[in-house]
């Protein structure tokens, strides 16, 4: 009896010390609801390969794409609130989706904010073989082919999709929306041929316009990116006041512990902080968040007043998912 109380009490304090182990005793798993190499996952990419070194444990990158997003941001919605499952993602599948489809989880109560990663805008591109040399050239061709333009976008109320909707009502086209699983198979579309136009987001798209891979006509924003100087705004090309600004961020599921909040938080925070992070930000057309955009609650904030501009704007857009 006596060994059997020992055994018990050993299992027991082996148990409680498992337990007691400070945060991360093991590696964090952060989903990218979106496809391998688009804008969502690049920045991921950067800023968690400095984060993990120093929150002290791996950060793996898991790609779950598919519905737009709400497949993978369902993952991080339903994993234990322990910090060892964070999501990391967009406006588009933070914000829009809620506006789109039948969520079963709060996209603003159901996760926990950490911190904004970026925020960047994005080019209105073309295939090479486009006749259009510039953005008014572009606009021109668009009303002289109102119904038999192709449009790539990641999938149904991605800012591709949310960008050429806004591009319609520019132009009073309307156009053949082509929809993927993430921007990056959309991009590479364009890049081929075998799609006209996409607007995507400077972080995946601006190495292939650079390149001369697509012809880039301009960047949604009011100044010009320093890493692409030759590429003018919409202002300067013919479309004042397009301007669309994509960000990204991270946020845990719902209970999270603050304190875990406060070390995935200062991980992230340090990894801005890190030049070689800077400057590969900037390199792909990104723009540091503010200081309160940085803190859990000031980017909570940020993400409430993101839901009050664009659900409005979302639901009158009547945008349904297919099949429905």
């Known amino acids: 009896m006596r060994k059997l109380l020992i055994a018990a009490l050993t299992t027991l304090a082996a148990i ?7 945060y991360p005793s093991r590696p964090v798993t952060a989903i990218v609801p979106a496809s391998a190499g688009g804008p ?9 390969a400095r984060a993990q070194q120093l929150l002290g444990q791996t950060i793996i990158i898991e790609n779950v794409g598919g519905a737009s997003g709400t497949i993978g941001t369902g993952r991080v919605v339903r994993a234990d609130p322990d910090g060892y499952t964070i999501g990391i993602g967009g406006v588009n599948h933070y914000v829009v989706n809620a506006s789109v489809y039948p969520l079963t989880y709060d996209t603003l109560k159901d996760f926990e904010p950490i911190s904004m990663l970026a925020n960047g805008p994005m080019l209105i591109m073309s295939r090479n073989s486009l006749p259009a040399k510039n953005l008014a050239e572009l606009m021109t061709w668009l009303k002289a082919n109102p119904d038999n333009v192709t449009f790539g976008t990641g999938g149904l109320a991605s800012p591709p999709h949310i960008s050429g909707l806004s591009l319609q009502i520019v132009t009073g ?3 053949q929306f082509v929809p993927f699983r993430g921007s990056a198979p ?5 890049l081929g041929g075998q799609l006209d136009i996409i607007i995507d987001q400077a972080s995946s798209a601006l190495s292939v316009a650079k390149a001369g891979s697509v012809r880039a006509y301009a960047v949604t924003a009011k100044q010009r990116l320093a890493s692409a100087p030759d590429i003018p705004t919409v202002d300067e090309a013919g479309l004042p006041g397009f ?12 209970g999270t512990p603050k304190d875990v909040i406060a070390k995935l938080n200062a991980a992230i925070a340090g990894a801005l902080a890190d ?50």
């Open 186 to 190: 959309a991009l590479q579309q364009v």
């Open 40 to 48: 969502t996952d690049t920045i991921g990419r950067i800023v968690m």
């Open 243 to 254: 301007h669309v600004s994509i960000w990204q961020a991270v946020w845990a599921p719902k």
């Open 275 to 324: 030049p070689a992070v800077q400057k590969r930000l900037a390199e792909i057309g990104q723009e540091l968040p503010t200081a309160e955009q940085m803190t859990p609650e000031g980017f909570g904030a940020f993400h409430k007043a993101e839901m009050d501009k664009w659900t409005p704007i979302i639901k009158a857009a009547n945008i349904k998912p297919e099949g429905t």
């Open 16 to 22: 409680g010390g498992a337990s007691a182990q400070p």
């Open 173 to 175: 086209n309307k156009f």
